[in-house]
T-cell receptor, first 117, second 113 residues
Framework: AQKITQTQPGMFVQEKEAVTLDCTYDTSDPSYGLFWYKQPSSGEMIFLIYQGSYDQQNATEGRYSLNFQKARKSANLVISASQLGDSAMYFCAMSEISSGSARQLTFGSGTQLTVLP | DAGVTQSPTHLIKTRGQQVTLRCSPKSGHDTVSWYQQALGQGPQFIFQYYEEEERQRGNFPDRFSGHQFPNYSSELNVNALLLGDSALYLC????????????FGDGTRLSIL
């Protein structure tokens, strides 16, 4: 069973607008971590934001925020004030901590974001 | 502060050959993980090394093996290369303690002819 689902293969957003990238996950582990990574066309994987399953507040890092809805098993990434440099592939990933796989990331299939001038 | 470095950047091999990819972790990190990313897909976990031992392994055949050295650097070896092994191979490092975000290198793009 797929553990991370990203249903938007591609998204377009106008420069300076906000955009939400969807991510749903599936796990029976009560302790897990959720990550978002950005991968430009050059290939490197850039860490953006982390949310722990027991964190009470949604994570924020600059223009990035994570809309964590535990009951719905969703962890959407919100990018505010989009910039042209935000154009890239975005991956949602999860690690299951209780099972001892804290450093084994399971990735979704990604969302290609294009920011339009 | 040097990040994760991988070598080589690109590599071309033929079926049946063997290849070795190298990774130096971010300064201060003690754990190295390897991922395979086929074109148009998300990365798939291959295995993880800590204290010079393989700690976890994903669903990859024994043709994929690795090593971690005392300085925490790591190698990924793939034997009997298949066309399907063509991919971007990413190395990631982190600390074993706690839940830390993994920092990735730029990857090695392996092409099998």
């Amino acid at each position: 069973a797929q553990k991370i689902t990203q249903t938007q293969p591609g998204m377009f957003v106008q420069e300076k607008e906000a955009v939400t990238l969807d991510c749903t996950y599936d796990t029976s582990d009560p302790s897990y971590g959720l990550f978002w990574y950005k991968q430009p066309s050059s290939g490197e994987m850039i860490f953006l934001i982390y949310q722990g399953s027991y964190d009470q507040q949604n994570a924020t890092e600059g223009r990035y925020s994570l809309n964590f809805q535990k009951a719905r098993k969703s962890a959407n990434l919100v990018i505010s004030a989009s910039q042209l440099g935000d154009s890239a592939m975005y991956f949602c990933a999860m690690s299951e901590i209780s099972s001892g796989s804290a450093r084994q990331l399971t990735f979704g299939s990604g969302t290609q974001l294009t920011v339009l001038p | 502060d040097a990040g994760v470095t991988q070598s080589p950047t690109h590599l071309i091999k033929t079926r049946g050959q063997q290849v070795t990819l190298r990774c130096s972790p971010k300064s201060g990190h003690d754990t190295v993980s390897w991922y395979q990313q086929a074109l148009g897909q998300g990365p798939q976990f291959i295995f993880q090394y800590y204290e010079e031992e393989e700690r976890q392994r994903g669903n990859f055949p024994d043709r994929f093996s690795g090593h971690q050295f005392p300085n925490y650097s790591s190698e990924l070896n793939v034997n009997a290369l298949l066309l399907g092994d063509s991919a971007l191979y990413l190395c990631a490092s982190s600390l074993m303690a706690g839940v830390q975000p993994q920092h990735f290198g730029d990857g090695t793009r392996l092409s099998i002819l």
